[in-house]
């Protein structure tokens, strides 16, 4: 036999800062040990611009906060085998999110940007633009997800838990080691 | 409706620009005859945090803001309660500026550490038109395993001494609080710092004759990447030296001439208009100076340079005159010398670090003034790694958020991005014809400029490459993809 086989790995970015992704290169080092188990096939960290088939681990960091977030959505549910729900707002909607709060919320926020804080040209954009939802929501309220990993960021340790224990074809125990904010 | 369609136009668009951080995407019209019109760089994220802050206590602004961006929370954080000093009306203790200045230095250096390493430095040692699976950190790994972890061991150095004061990495708004900061550093932790700081002097000098010498055959890139005279913007301290956290602005001309000098920052809005296009959720800020849309101008580590008289500290100084050298009149101008601007920055913050721990005031207790809102606005504006960003908040008489402002980084460079896109694109695009390598090399300009597109989205990975033919109304004839 050859060489084990890499795990493909992605990540991917909806709505939000990404400080989960942040965190997942806070893995220092170890990142260069994780290099030898998987391979990362699609992220922003990379040039792939199109999801691939048949990708073991993505890991999904922001809300879906447009149309074109539940679009990659779908599709990367569609094309893989574990999704992980990454940082506060994939498992809560949490920043993005609140703006659900408001009246006429994505109308409201997009007033306030482009039409009362400017002094050139208002208008609210829209040209070739993918729309707002009028409800930044959770990863789980449009796919099935099969690990929830709240923190704002999980930190670095517990990404690497999480990634060691997929790998290693375990389900990771997440009792007492993460919690949101 | 029967329309008889005329060719007339081609539409590149690239989606997604990879390699950056944020969600972008790139659209390039062609004329008939397949020279370029113009380019498009869109913005296709908007979170809303000028309106949902709205009803917030003033002193939740930090945590909040900081959410805007996960690379540079520091500089929001920083921002956000200098806005909030200012709601105070107090002057916060000299060891919090110390702090507050320390824990910047960190962001700096490993925002640019993650912009050097992480995301260019494939196209700089692999090439421009290097295979596409190849140009990541992850590669580097295998082909420069050196490299790859002198780039992951500076941007550690960074983090490090964030989490050192602050006890976590990323999102530190529980340390950064109105009137100062909530507890002083501890002398175990700025004895690490010190410790780990001749190993990052060693990564960037190493990094910074390594990049030097590779300048001669990047002269293509230099010459046609984003080389262009703009107006330039950044803050510098009272003798005219770089600053990042407290300072007045200047602006000089593209010909270096410094037009405005000694701006008092909350002034911004005197001297910074804000307009809208309907093809991005990214805002134009302009210099009113000159007016819309012709007051391009730029910020972030180049201009930073060029607006400086001097850097204040002696290697960096040292560097500075070597890199003045490829401008005239102190002005660099090729927007792929950001990248050598990157280097020359992370040099002086690492000597910056060094100064601030040697500094007595540093370590006092004495890190917070107490206080309530004493004034109903507030204005605070700090240099984050990729340019001048301005929080600016409006309160009601029970120190609620009434309305918020907020211009970033990336959005004063929107135009410079345009440009500097359309100017790659005329250079590599020759009758309409496209390849692997014009794609990258138009990334790679976007990339030089670093743009923090979370930040700027205040609010990836989407289409493939797309070629469509557009009428003259904007309808697609035909459309091939990658």
Known sequence: MGEKRKVKLATAWLSGCSGCHMSFLDQDERLIELAEKIQLVYSPLMDAKIF???????????????????????????????????????????????????????????????MENVDNKPQIPSEDLPKLLENARPLHEFVEVDFYVPGCPPSADLINYILTEILAGRRPNMEGKCKYG | MVRSPRPSEHEITIAPVTRIEGH?????????????????????????????C?????????????????ICPVSHLLASVKACDDILAVTIPQTAVLLRRLMHMGQIIQSHALSFFYLSSPDILLGMDAEPAKRNIF???????????????????????????????????????????SSPLKREKAEAIQRDLPEALRIV??????????????????????NFPTYYLGMVTQNGEIEHYD??????????????DNIDPKDYAKYIGEAVEPWTYMKVPYL???????????????????????????????????????????????????????LIE??????????????????SDHVQAKASANRMEGIGVAEAPRGTLIHHYRISREGLITWANLIIATEHNNLAYNKAIAQVAKKYIRRGRLDEGLLNRIEAVIRALDPCLSCATHEVGRMPLQVKLVDDEGHILDQISR
């Not at chain 1, 707002?89 to 006429?104: D, M, Q, S």
């Not at chain 2, 790139?26 to 949902?52: M, N, P």
């Not at chain 2, 590779?214 to 984003?226: P, T």
């Not at chain 2, 992370?346 to 370590?363: G, S």
Request: glycine content about 8%; charged content about 30%; aromatic content about 8%.
């Open chain 2, 288 to 342: 009113k100076l000159v007016g819309y849309p012709d007051g391009i101008y730029r910020v972030g580590p180049l201009p930073r340079l060029n607006v400086s008289s001097r850097c204040g500290t002696p290697l960096a100084d040292a560097e500075l005159k070597e890199y003045r050298k490829f401008g005239r009149n102190g002005i660099v101008q090729s927007t792929f010398m950001y990248h050598y601007a990157r």
């Open chain 2, 54 to 70: 709205e009803g917030r206590p003033f002193y939740e602004m930090p945590s909040i803001t900081s959410r805007i961006c996960g």
């Open chain 2, 205 to 226: 000098s190493e990094t910074l004759s390594n990049f030097k010498e590779r300048l001669e055959i990047l002269d293509e890139e230099i010459e046609s990447f984003g």
């Open chain 2, 24 to 52: 972008a995407k790139v659209t390039i019209r062609l004329d008939r005859e397949g020279s370029v019109k113009d380019a498009r760089f869109q913005v296709i994220d908007f979170r809303g945090f000028e309106k949902f």
């Open chain 2, 346 to 363: 992370i040099l002086f913050c690492i000597e910056k670090v060094d100064e601030i721990l040697k500094d007595p005031a540093t370590h």
């Open chain 2, 139 to 181: 590669y580097m790994m295998e082909k420069y395993p050196q490299i790859a972890r002198d780039g992951i061991k500076l941007r550690k150095f960074g983090q490090e001494i964030i989490e050192s004061l602050s006890g976590r990495r990323i999102h530190s708004s529980e340390w950064v609080v109105p009137g100062g900061v």
């Open chain 1, 52 to 114: 691939p088939d048949d990708v073991d681990v993505t890991l999904v960091e922001g809300a879906v906060g447009n149309e074109e977030d539940a679009d990659l959505l779908r599709n990367i549910r569609a094309r893989t085998r574990i999704l992980v729900s990454l940082g506060d707002c994939a498992v809560t909607g949490n920043i993005p999110g609140l703006r659900n709060a408001l009246e006429k919320s994505v109308q409201s926020v997009l007033e306030r940007a482009y």
């Open chain 2, 247 to 260: 300072g007045p602005l200047r602006i000089v001309d593209p010909n270096g001439s410094v037009v405005e």
